[in-house]
């Protein structure tokens, strides 16, 4: 028995973290949206920073609570104490940088969300003082879906083979997006929003806020209901690569799960920071799909050349240096104004 082959937070041990970090989350969404975003407004530019500003510190201030929590309590587990070897400091530094890095991984993917927000906005007439309801919302079925995500993720990664699979994946999806050109996105023609039209009937224009109304007795959908849920089955496709991609990280389904969520919960932020600026990062898709590659190389390949755990800072300035490096070179080399923007999400 190692380190490497024991789960450092157990499910059946630390049940209670999941369920006091989840409802801390909750209670943060509630006083976002009662208290700060009570009355839809336009986001603006230095709020949107105020609160990119605030997020990132939670989540390292997460990240430093994470590891002195471990250091605690590594250091007075007996069960971890009996492996030869443990030693309860360096564990502790390995689970805040696991943390973190998958923090910046999830982050750096997220963006990639962006160039949909974009589109899917502009196609359904979402006016920007009501995008912020949207996205809170949208936060909401994120959380859950990406909670369903790592359960399955955490309970498939048992077998050394979905972890092959899981890596192949990912380096197939980073390849795929390295070389396939920006296909425009069309709501319109949407399985899934035709489905939803043919059983609840859609107002040809929006109601303020409501995702519902209720006209002579009847029941109806607005256009910003059709936005959340595509903007839904949109996050679920981005979530079939990213939660792979941080078991590529971490197997601590704990890390796992806190990392993902503050990623999202800073996205929106992120997305009022950036929606004016998102087209100037063109080269950003080559630099997510390195990263894909990258962290798919390491699940089938890399961690074995280093006794089964590549080193995670090294990761982490991997991961960091490429992202940084496809922004700089963006702006560095700006696309050529007869060019066409890009209308989506890069490769998807």
Same mark, same amino acid.
């Given at each position: 028995m190692t380190a490497s082959t024991v789960s450092l937070f157990p499910f059946d041990q630390y049940w209670w973290f999941y369920l006091a970090f989840t409802a801390a989350v909750l209670l943060l969404l509630v006083m976002d949206l009662g208290l700060f975003h009570r009355k839809a407004h336009s986001v603006s530019f230095s709020e949107a920073g105020t609160w990119v500003f605030v997020w990132v510190s939670l989540a390292l201030l997460f990240c430093y609570g994470l590891y002195a929590y471990s250091l605690h309590t590594f250091a007075n587990d007996a069960r971890l104490l009996a492996i030869p070897n443990f030693n309860p400091a360096a564990s502790a530094r390995q689970v805040a940088?696991?943390?973190?890095?998958?923090?910046?991984?999830?982050?750096?993917?997220?963006?990639?969300?962006?160039?949909?927000?974009?589109?899917?906005?502009?196609?359904?007439? #979402?006016?920007?003082?009501f995008q912020h309801r949207v996205l809170f919302f949208g936060i909401l079925g994120a959380l859950i879906f990406r909670a369903l995500f790592i359960a399955l993720g955490s309970a498939l990664l048992q077998f050394q083979w979905t972890i092959l699979i899981f890596g192949a994946i990912l380096i197939i999806t980073g390849?795929?997006?390295? $070389?396939?050109?920006?296909?425009?996105?069309?709501?319109?023609? !949407?399985?899934?929003?035709? @489905?939803?039209?043919?059983?609840?009937?859609?107002?040809?224009?929006? %109601?303020?806020?409501?995702f519902f109304i209720t006209e002579n007795g009847k029941h109806f959908g607005t256009p910003l209901l059709l936005c959340l849920v595509f903007l839904e089955l949109t996050d679920i496709l981005f979530a079939v690569d990213s939660v792979p991609a941080i078991f590529g990280v971490t197997r601590e389904p704990l890390i796992?799960?806190?990392? !993902?969520? $503050?990623?999202?919960?800073?996205?929106?932020?992120?997305?009022?920071?950036?929606?004016?600026?998102? %087209?100037? $990062? %063109?080269?950003?898709?080559?630099?997510?799909? #390195?990263?894909?590659?990258?962290?798919?190389?390491?699940?089938?390949?890399? !961690?074995?050349?280093?006794?089964?755990?590549?080193?995670?800072? @090294?990761?982490?300035? #991997?991961?960091?240096?490429?992202?940084?490096?496809?922004?700089?070179?963006?702006?560095?080399?700006?696309?050529?104004?007869?060019e066409p923007l890009p209308e989506s999400a890069p490769g998807k």
């Open positions: 940088l696991e943390f973190l890095t998958g923090y910046v991984l999830e982050e750096s993917l997220s963006v990639d969300n962006m160039f949909v927000f974009v589109v899917v906005f502009g196609f359904f007439g #979402i006016p920007q003082q390849v795929k997006m390295m $070389f396939s050109s920006d296909a425009a996105i069309d709501p319109e023609h !949407n399985k899934a929003l035709r @489905l939803i039209r043919r059983f609840v009937p859609i107002t040809p224009t929006l %109601h303020g806020p409501r796992v799960f806190t990392s !993902n969520i $503050f990623a999202i919960l800073g996205l929106r932020s992120l997305f009022f920071l950036l929606a004016g600026a998102v %087209h100037l $990062f %063109h080269l950003l898709k080559y630099g997510l799909s #390195i990263v894909l590659i990258f962290v798919g190389l390491k699940m089938v390949w890399l !961690n074995k050349l280093f006794d089964g755990h590549f080193p995670i800072l @090294l990761s982490l300035g #991997i991961i960091l240096g490429v992202i940084a490096a496809s922004i700089g070179l963006s702006l560095l080399f700006p696309k050529p104004p007869d």
